[in-house]
């Protein structure tokens, strides 16, 4: 069940002039298409919809979009943002069933500091921001926390090594890093004096 409740109008023109109007009318066009259903332009108000992204769930929100005195259960499939103003320009919903799996991805959260890392000279650096999931919609979590304070330098943080909340299966492969550490510039300079001080 959807503790997220969004209103969205039907009937909307569609094209890129009519787009244009809706945005000058603080509306967000957007699309509810699956489930086998007919897909339907609609606007929402900008300000509703930054809302209900503001959640704890944030972009994986499970939705109860009502349209026409109709609701379905929906997740934002995909956001268009303007490239200089980033503003949302339009909004893709995708019909979902509650109680059968979807796939979607999840954000990587890095929390703690790895201090065995720097006191060696070390820097951390995040290769991967997000991991393909499979869950009930009810299950899946706005974002996933890695806590990083455990790492040396002599290791990486891999796919595999994630702990997921019950209910995920990870659809990312097992052997991407997700985290990596590394000398900084400063500390090979700093250890390749010390190499050539002591041959001296």
């Not at 303007?82 to 019909?95: A, G, N, S, T």
């Amino acid at each position: 069940m959807s503790d997220v409740t969004l209103t969205a109008e039907s009937g909307r023109q569609t094209g890129t002039s009519a787009s244009r109007r809706a945005r000058h009318d603080r509306k967000v066009p957007g699309i509810v298409y699956g489930a086998g259903k007919p897909s339907v332009p609609v606007s929402v108000d900008r300000r509703d919809f930054r809302l209900a992204m503001s959640t704890d769930a944030g972009a994986n929100a499970v939705i109860e979009l009502q349209v026409d005195g109709d609701s379905d259960q929906v997740i934002v499939r995909e956001v268009q943002r303007h490239p200089v103003r980033r503003d949302v320009i339009h909004v893709d919903f995708l019909r979902i069933d509650p109680t059968r799996p979807i796939e979607l991805d999840v954000p990587i959260n890095l929390v703690g500091e790895a201090k065995k890392v720097t006191v060696n000279g070390g820097m951390t650096e995040q290769r991967l921001n997000k991991i393909k999931v499979r869950a009930n919609p009810d299950q899946i979590p706005g974002h996933i926390d890695v806590d990083i304070s455990g790492m040396t330098l002599d290791r990486s943080l891999l796919v595999k090594d994630l702990e997921l909340p019950e209910g995920l299966t990870c659809l990312t492969k097992p052997q991407l890093a997700v985290v990596t550490a590394e000398l900084t510039r400063a500390a090979i300079v700093a250890r390749k004096a010390g190499e050539d001080d002591a041959e001296a």
